[in-house]
């Protein structure tokens, strides 16, 4: 159920974000399906800017960074404590984003500023974060991206004398490279994980071009044609999602074994760029960005059975909230619950200010489950 944004992640550089203040989504008419909209606030003394990156399991707990009075922090959020700042690891400049969190919310991986540079962390409310080192060889430089439901098992790239690749981490093994050379690849990067552990996905340079994968311990690395990108991987790692190239432009796409990648559409009108970034359990409900006519990126929901929605139009026509939301604009949604009810991102507030928010949705309007292989 991921993460991940339109930034590029193969720069040494992150964006520095934060967030604003709690807007609560008003009860919708009675003849509309129960719903909620809230914008998530920002840590205190930030620039009133703040972006989530990551939901867990049960859409209880939204990871991300905002701004604070020190700088620009990963934070942990939840409906009764609020927005929580996760702070940084010993030296360097204080910064730190957290992307990926565990399916009970327990489990919190990112990356920080460190004594030896930007490393890889992962947080629990008992040990706090801990850096996770970087591979062997090249500059110092880790990120995490994707966690396993239990929170064991990290996913993310670090760095080599070969450049950037994919590294899965486990507490009896660290951080292990996820694959080799083979096929002359430049860089990979893992951005998601199975609940288990067991199956990672992400991207890599694989001469002439970008293009996702797949990997197992069995099968290893399997690109995934079509894809150019990849960002989100259902629980049972049978639904990958992300972006590729299919005709027309750069569309969101979802691959199953049986059905290989498969392009899902664009938002009416613009320069058809669309991207996917997290998917349910079920794998029946993908929520990412899409450009429409203006070129503004705007938030979008797509379901197996009525296709690819602008997400603020379907919650104002369909759902009722169009008081709540009004003024806003859902430039990204990047993470979805497990049932497909609750939905997180970032975009423009009434005020102008980038903030992150959360919408929860009735059960009574989700499609009965499929099966996805």
């Known amino acids: 159920m ?35 909209f809230m914008g998530l606030g920002y840590l205190p003394g930030g620039q009133s800017m703040s972006r989530a990156y990551g939901l867990s399991a049960d859409g209880s707990v939204v990871v991300g960074q905002s701004d604070s009075e020190r700088g620009p922090q990963a934070f942990r959020w939840t409906r009764d404590g609020g927005m929580v700042g996760l702070g940084d690891l010993p030296g360097g400049e204080f910064s730190s984003l957290a992307h990926g969190v565990s399916a009970d919310g327990s489990t919190v991986v990112g990356m920080s500023t460190s004594t030896d540079g930007p490393q890889a962390f992962r947080w629990t409310s008992a040990g706090g974060m801990t850096g996770l080192g970087d591979l062997p ?36 093994q660290g951080m292990k490279e996820l694959n080799t050379q083979a096929d002359g690849q430049i860089t990979t990067l893992a951005t998601a994980v199975s609940a288990d552990g067991s199956v990672v996905t992400g991207y890599g340079w694989f001469p002439p071009r970008s293009q996702g994968f797949r990997w197992t311990a069995g099968e290893g690395l399997v690109k995934l044609e079509g894809f150019r990108s990849v960002f989100g991987l259902s629980a049972d790692g049978a639904v990958v999602v992300g972006m590729g190239k299919f005709g027309q432009g750069v569309e969101a796409c979802r691959w199953t074994r049986d059905d ?24 029946q409900r993908v929520v990412g960005s899409g450009e429409p006519e203006d070129g503004q990126p705007r938030a979008f929901l797509w379901e197996s059975k009525s296709g690819l929605k602008d997400l603020k139009s379907v919650l104002e026509q369909e759902y009722g909230l169009a008081k709540a939301l009004n003024g806003w604009l ?44």
């Open 330 to 373: 859902l430039s990204e949604a990047v993470g979805i619950s497990a049932d497909g009810m609750t939905i997180v991102g970032y975009g423009f507030n009434p005020d102008g200010q980038t903030e992150a928010w959360l919408v929860n949705l009735d059960p009574s309007t989700m499609h009965e489950s499929a099966t996805h292989e």
């Open 137 to 172: 060889g090249g500059i110092f430089d880790s990120r995490a991206y994707g966690v396993s439901g239990d929170g064991t098992v990290v996913v993310g790239l670090g760095n080599t004398d070969r450049g950037q690749q994919a590294f899965r981490w486990t507490s009896g």
């Open 2 to 36: 991921r993460n991940n944004a339109s930034q590029s992640y193969r720069g040494k550089g992150f964006v520095l974000l934060t967030c604003s203040v709690l807007l609560m989504g008003v009860v919708p008419t009675p003849s509309a399906p129960a719903a909620s």
């Open 260 to 283: 290989g990648a498969k392009g899902i559409g664009d938002l009416p009108g613009g320069n058809f760029y669309s991207q996917a970034k997290g998917v349910s359990d079920d794998g």
